[in-house]
């Protein structure tokens, strides 16, 4: 389906991002005091907003100790001030009443408050039980992109140099896993060559597989004023669902789920039938894939072939007509388009096939290595790229983009570590949802899990909250109980946000700095602190010399050396609104374009066109001929709805925090399921009746949003994950199926059946 905008529905799409993005500040109520103004603030601490990863700048006003007042950093290029409902409202996450203050012990069932250095001591002594009676793979750490750098960094380090095993994994799993080893296999390196400024650089922009409106709300912001100054730029969004952020879009495409690899292949197809691609481009800066095989363009013009518009068009649900008008207009000669995506790409089946097709059509184009032109994968969280693709958060990784599989990669890092090389563990280690099962199995003795909450991310939850209960479960968390710390032995109680100092890099390679700026509640310690306490206890104290995280980011850069992922100094970053990796030259200048010179100078002097994909061994980045795939789950006669599911403006993840904040939970107190007003009315459902959602491994119930916030197709239905409530935990129903590449979870496409409750 395509529609040309109207002067009405752009204006009502203006409306809506007035409504989702302010500028200036937000004072606090003070609880004690009554409401503040933020001229009455001690001080203005810098820091970035924790939730999402368009990585706001903010400043944080305080008053005796405590965050009472926000504002949108003026300076910090990523926001110019502006912040969205959540970053607007973000001190009152920190009064919350559910805030964890002492570290709680379970015994007999039931919690009781302890001091930290029994619930250290417990905890160390069960891990090195489990580690001498079954070994080192017995125990593992789960983590997220919400830490600081430091965080990671350090417990990375002590689990695998000390303990000696690679069971370090994280929720950047659930989220950027396909992202990375989309661009691993495509450039040999990880993270985006443009930045956001590629948005106001660029003539055209595609949304695909991401719904900005909600979940990036300040970059859609900068795509509208974008859009407002050059109305004649074409935006063309393409979903499963009718969203919000299709209320600006030129052209809204409506896809058959999962169908999106036969819609870019047959883009690709169009590309070569009429002749948009830049030759020269690809003569020096491409190779063709397929499989192991290396093969060339008439081998894979060949492979498209039956994905040419006409045989697509029925497939994936978009005429063969329109397939045709947004290649030209998206991917024609001499326009500058950038592509974004973000979960509807990564959270499937096929994540990592999907992420090398949207490549490939900027590769084809030449449409990459310049200002506006960029396929640009979008982030979720504030630091999944700089606290775990950085630093070597996950179970396959190393710090500064090394893997675990190379030896001399881990000789390298022993080498910086000053550790002799067999005391980096070779052996994969588990990814989350290997993790999780092996705690189910019993195999997995002991997991330690910060800063994310399982119990209600992962898919086919019933079954992994089992694994968790058999499994000595340490939580660190700023809130209790959630649906992970509930499941706990012990919990830790954690500092958060600006109650501490550390890193973030957000999705555009940009690294910031957080003051710490107010003080904890009750005992809560900085997570940084707590890991710190465990490597002493364990044993492992010459691995983590630290008394600072400054400390920790001074080894780090270590590691940073001779790579292409320089990271800027702490001075500078306390001093700077954001810098972009790579920094070069003694003022530690940033890089606004990766892969292409005057901008990045890891690029050779002499290479052909100022380009070089030097991840690749020949510096030439890689067209992947890649099939359709289809989802393990498919609609049948049983199960015939496809439920896909993701955010909602308002509300953060597993909304510990935003069902904190009344304004956010005034305005969504529950979770709906959205539904098509075909398939309602075929059922006999009315908008507000509660539904039951059945699928093969859990019902839920839920009330049914007919032309609510957003509007499936037939035979779609959505869900926003955020809900704790045992009814709404839309995760119970969803498949744990995983991309056999990248290990990350389907969370796009599970059959379903609905009925009214
Ligand atoms: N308000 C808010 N913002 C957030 C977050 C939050 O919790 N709340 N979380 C942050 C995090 S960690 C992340 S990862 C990002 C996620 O940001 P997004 O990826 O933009 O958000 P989602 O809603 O998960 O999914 C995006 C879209 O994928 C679509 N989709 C479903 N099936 C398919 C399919 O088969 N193909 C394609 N191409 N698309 C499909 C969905 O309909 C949905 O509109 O948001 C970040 N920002
Ligand atoms: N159905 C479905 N499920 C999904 C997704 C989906 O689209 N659909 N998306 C997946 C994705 S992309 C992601 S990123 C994951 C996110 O899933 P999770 O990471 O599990 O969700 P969060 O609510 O962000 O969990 C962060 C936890 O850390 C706590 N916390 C906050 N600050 C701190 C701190 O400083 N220290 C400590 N120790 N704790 C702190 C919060 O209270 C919260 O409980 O969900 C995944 N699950
Ligand atoms: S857009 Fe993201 S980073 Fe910016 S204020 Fe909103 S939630 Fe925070
Ligand atoms: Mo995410």
Redesign the pocket.
């Known amino acids: 389906m395509s529609k040309t905008i109207t002067r009405r529905s752009f204006l009502k799409g203006m409306a809506l991002t007035a409504a989702l993005v302010t500028a200036g500040c937000a004072p606090q109520r003070d609880t004690q005091n009554g409401p503040v103004s933020p001229k009455e603030v001690d001080k203005w601490c810098k820091g970035v907003c924790?939730y999402c990863g368009t990585g706001c700048g903010v400043y944080a006003g305080v008053k005796n100790g405590k965050i009472v007042a926000v504002k949108g950093d003026p300076d910090n290029p990523v926001n110019r001030g502006r912040l969205c409902i959540k970053g607007m409202t973000l001190p009152k996450?920190l009064e919350a009443p559910d805030r964890v203050t002492k570290p709680l012990i379970k015994e007999n069932g039931k919690f009781r408050e302890a001091s930290w250095d029994e619930a250290l001591d417990l905890m160390t002594s069960k891990f090195k039980e489990a580690i001498e009676q079954y070994g080192p793979d017995s125990v593992g750490f789960y983590g997220?992109?919400?830490?600081?750098a430091e965080e990671t960094y350090t417990v990375q380090k002590i689990f695998r140099a000390g303990i000696g095993t690679n069971n370090i994994d994280?929720?950047?799993r659930?989220?950027?896993a396909s992202a990375v080893a989309g661009m691993i296999a495509t450039y040999g390196e990880d993270e985006p060559s443009g930045t956001y400024e590629d948005i106001e650089d660029c003539d055209n922009f595609f949304m695909i597989g991401s719904n900005m409106a909600e979940a990036h709300p300040v970059l859609f912001a900068r795509l509208v004023a974008h859009k407002r100054k050059n109305p004649n730029m074409k935006i063309v969004v393409a979903d499963v669902r009718e969203t919000k952020s299709m209320e600006i879009a030129d052209y809204k495409i409506l896809f058959k789920p999962s169908m999106d690899l036969t819609l870019l292949n047959s883009m690709a197809y169009v590309i070569l039938q009429d002749g948009l691609q830049d030759d020269h481009f690809i003569e020096n800066h491409v190779n063709f894939m397929q499989g192991k095989e290396k093969i060339d363009l008439e081998k894979y013009k060949a492979f498209l072939a039956p994905y040419a518009p006409e045989l697509a068009a029925e497939k994936c649900g978009v005429p063969a007509e329109t397939i045709r008008e947004l290649t030209h207009v998206l991917y024609g000669k001499d326009v500058k388009t950038m592509s974004v995506w973000c979960?509807g790409f990564?959270?499937r089946i096929s994540g990592v096939f999907v992420n090398n097709l949207i490549h490939n059509l900027h590769l084809l184009t030449g449409k990459i290595c310049k200002p506006g032109s960029t396929p640009f994968s979008l982030t979720?969280?504030p630091s999944?790229c700089g606290s775990v693709r950085e630093t070597g958060g996950l179970s396959h990784i190393l710090p500064a983009h090394r893997f675990v599989a190379k030896e001399k990669d881990r000789n390298e890092l022993a080498e910086i570590w000053g550790i002799d090389p067999s005391r980096m563990p070779s052996k994969p280690g588990y990814h989350t949802i290997a993790m999780f099962e092996a705690a189910c199995t019993g195999k997995l003795k002991c997991l330690w899990v910060?800063?994310?909450?399982?119990?209600?991310?992962?898919?086919n939850a019933d079954h992994y909250r089992e694994g968790m209960e058999k499994t000595f479960l340490v939580?660190?968390?700023?809130?209790h109980p959630?649906r992970?710390?509930e499941l706990a032995d012990i919990v830790?109680p954690?500092?958060?946000?600006m109650?501490?100092e550390g890193i973030f890099g957000n999705g555009e390679r940009r690294t910031q700095h957080l003051e710490a700026a107010a003080t904890p509640p009750g005992e809560a310690k900085?997570?940084f602190w707590?890991i710190l306490e465990f490597a002493k206890r364990m044993g492992f104290e010459d691995l983590a010399p630290f008394k600072t995280p400054e400390d920790a980011w001074k080894e780090y850069q270590k590691c940073q050396k001779g790579t292409a992922m320089m990271l800027a100094s702490y001075d500078h970053l306390k001093k700077a609104h954001g810098v972009l990796w790579p920094v070069k030259g003694e003022n530690e200048e940033e890089t606004r374009i990766r892969y292409a010179r005057p901008w990045d100078t890891n690029v050779k002097e002499d290479a052909v066109d100022g380009i070089e994909f030097y991840g690749k061994p020949d510096g030439r980045a890689v067209i992947w001929a890649r099939p359709q795939v289809f989802p393990k789950e498919m609609p049948d006669a049983e199960y015939p709805i496809c439920i896909t599911?993701?955010?909602m403006l308002e509300h953060?993840?597993?909304?510990?925090?935003t069902f904190n904040v009344p304004e956010l939970k005034r305005i969504a107190p529950e979770m709906v399921v959205d539904m098509n007003a075909e398939d309602a009315a075929r059922l006999g459902i009315q908008d507000g009746d509660l539904v039951n959602i059945i699928s093969r491994r859990a019902t839920c119930k839920m009330k049914a949003a007919i032309n609510g916030r957003s509007k499936p197709q037939p035979g779609v239905v959505y869900?926003?994950?955020?809900d704790p409530n045992m009814d709404r935990m839309?995760?119970r129903v969803?498949l744990d199926s995983f991309d056999p590449g990248s290990k990350q979870?389907d969370?796009?496409a599970s059959a379903v059946r609905i009925e009214k409750a």
């Open positions: 924790r996450i997220s992109g919400q830490t600081f994280g929720n950047p659930t989220c950027m979960m990564n959270q979720g969280q999944a910060m800063t994310t909450n399982p119990g209600q991310s992962l898919p939580v660190s968390e700023a809130y959630t992970t710390s830790l954690s500092a958060m946000w109650e501490k900085p997570d707590q599911t993701g955010r953060w993840h597993t909304g510990t925090m869900v926003s994950f955020h839309i995760n969803m979870p969370y796009k």
